[in-house]
């Protein structure tokens, strides 16, 4: 899976965010650090986003792994 991310450095501190992922924000000490950061964000920002996803009887959820 590809998904784009804004990244920028403030106060020594690397911060990104997931413009696709209202809500998906971290940072991390370092570039590699933040990078991650970025991916743990991303799967559990998923992860609860599938959780509270409400499907009418003819709909369901299925894994993918990419």
């Not at 990104?16 to 991916?39: F, I, K, N, Q, R």
Request: net charge negative.
């Amino acid at each position: 899976m590809k998904i784009k991310a804004v990244i920028w450095q403030e106060d020594n501190v690397w911060c990104g965010s997931v413009p696709a992922l209202p809500g998906c924000h971290t940072w991390g000490d370092s570039y590699e650090h933040l990078l991650v950061m970025l991916e743990e964000a991303v799967e559990g920002w998923l992860e609860v986003a599938g959780d509270r996803e409400v499907l009418s009887a003819d709909k369901q959820f299925v894994e993918l792994s990419l």
